[in-house]
């Protein structure tokens, strides 16, 4: 867990580098897969699981891996990430592909 959360923490660094040096900025969709990759995300989302006693929070059958959920985006990427670790939920693969109106 910890050479992940290393691993992370240099490619974040290794890419706020590149935008520093090059002076590019990267669109919008980008920027939040990088963010999903960043150490905050990483920490977030694995103790939110734990919280979540590594269960879907949803009723009904579930399948597939699980996933931690926004339920807003307002808190994202904002002081120490408490208020963002309040608006996420776990969710199996298909409850979370309902919630984004993916599913079947």
Same mark, same amino acid.
């Given at each position: 867990m910890?050479?992940?959360?290393?691993?992370?923490?240099?490619?974040?660094? /290794?890419?706020? #580098?590149?935008?520093?040096?090059? =002076?590019? !900025?990267?669109?919008?969709?980008?920027?939040?897969?990088?963010? +999903? $990759?960043?150490?905050?995300?990483?920490? /977030?989302?694995? #103790?939110?699981?734990m919280?979540? =006693?590594? !269960?879907?929070?949803?009723?009904?059958?579930?399948?597939?891996? +699980? $996933?931690?959920?926004?339920?807003?985006?307002?808190?994202?990427?904002?002081?120490?990430?408490?208020?963002?670790?309040?608006?996420?939920?776990?969710?199996?693969?298909?409850?979370?592909e309902?919630?984004?109106?993916?599913?079947?």
């Amino acid at each position: 867990m910890i050479n992940e959360l290393l691993r992370r923490f240099a490619y974040t660094k /290794l890419i706020e #580098l590149a935008q520093r040096t090059t =002076g590019i !900025r990267p669109h919008y969709k980008a920027q939040y897969g990088l963010y +999903l $990759q960043g150490p905050r995300w990483f920490i /977030l989302r694995n #103790l939110r699981l734990m919280f979540d =006693g590594y !269960r879907c929070t949803k009723r009904g059958p579930h399948a597939g891996p +699980l $996933q931690a959920h926004h339920t807003t985006y307002d808190h994202k990427d904002k002081g120490l990430g408490w208020a963002e670790f309040w608006s996420l939920r776990t969710l199996c693969k298909k409850h979370h592909e309902e919630e984004h109106g993916i599913g079947d």
